[in-house]
Every structure is written in structure tokens, then in C-alpha cells.
């Protein structure tokens, strides 16, 4: 079972801030949504485009209920799987923090570009729409909340890792 596992949105910080957790706890990272690409041997935004949605959906489904049951450091969601119907209730139990991030800081991180499918077209609007519709499932899953905006990744991984209670 994962020691934690972070969720939130696109640009929240969910990669960085894991692996910098994993590093403090001396474990190893896991993200899905790479997971996913390296089992399909192609991006997420094509298998977006050649596939569709509820295919990528299919494949992260698997990937995170395999992760939540084998991966034992610091896992990563891709910013949707919480929402997933089937996916939400394999949270439970888990020690889960929600990266939460203003859509100031997340557009500067990643800059919403083509890469994220659902950003694709009008990037803010869509953004701010997505997490509209996610929140109240990230915060009904999260054990924890960590506002990441304007913070720099050490202080947010150190937080993470004091709520776990462990050293940091």
C-alpha cells in the first residue's frame, strides 16, 4: 500500500512534489499518468486523439487500482482519476493529500499547453471549469489539504511529509 497519495489538478505540483516527498521518506515515486504512456507507448494526448476518452479513462482505471494495491512510496493520480466513480472508493484508507493551487500558479507551471487534452481548448475556462467539477471529490477523498500556490516545492514536500507524521 502507497505511504501517500497525492491528488489535485493539473499544475497543483502533484509529480514534482511527489518525487521530492519520496526522496524525504526514502521511498520510491509513482506517477499513473506515466505509467499509462509507457504501457501504451504513446502520450496521453494521443491516445486522447486516436482513442478518446473513456479509453484513456479504461487504461488509468486500471493503472491507479493496480498502483493503490502494489506501489509502496508516494503515488501520484493523474488530475481526473479520483472522479472516476470506480476509482474514488479505492481512496479510502489511504492516507490521500490534496494539492490544492490557484489557477494563477497552475497556468505558470504548466503553462497549459497542448499536451493537456481537456486544456486544449480555452485553456483558463477549462481549467477553472475541471476544477469546479473535481473539488468536492478531491476534497472528499483527501486525508489531507496543502495549498501549494506561490510555495516552493521544499516547503510543500515537507508539509506532506510532517502531516504523514514522519520526519522530514
Known amino acids: 500500500m502507497p505511504r501517500v497519495v497525492l491528488v489535485g489538478p493539473p499544475g497543483s505540483g502533484k509529480t514534482t512534489v511527489g518525487r521530492a516527498v519520496a526522496d524525504l521518506l526514502g521511498v520510491g515515486f509513482h506517477d499513473t499518468d506515466a505509467a499509462v504512456e509507457s504501457a ?33 512510496g508516494v503515488v501520484a493520480l493523474g488530475g481526473g482519476a479520483p472522479v472516476d466513480p470506480e476509482t474514488e472508493p479505492l ?65 510543500v514536500a515537507a508539509e506532506v511529509v510532517g502531516l504523514l507524521g514522519a520526519p522530514a
Open 91 to 155: 481512496l479510502a484508507g489511504h492516507a490521500v493529500v490534496f494539492l490544492d493551487v490557484g489557477i494563477a500558479d497552475a497556468a505558470r507551471r504548466v503553462g497549459f499547453d497542448r499536451s493537456r487534452p481537456l486544456l486544449a481548448v480555452n485553456p483558463r475556462a477549462s481549467w477553472v471549469r475541471l476544477m469546479g467539477e473535481r473539488r468536492p471529490v478531491y476534497e472528499r477523498v483527501a486525508t489531507h489539504v496543502v495549498d501549494t500556490a506561490g510555495r516552493p516545492v521544499e516547503d
Open 40 to 72: 501504451a507507448g504513446r502520450s496521453i494526448s494521443d491516445i486522447f486523439v486516436e482513442d478518446g476518452e473513456p479509453a484513456f479513462r479504461a487504461l488509468e482505471r486500471a493503472e491507479v487500482a493496480r498502483a493503490l494495491a502494489a506501489e509502496p
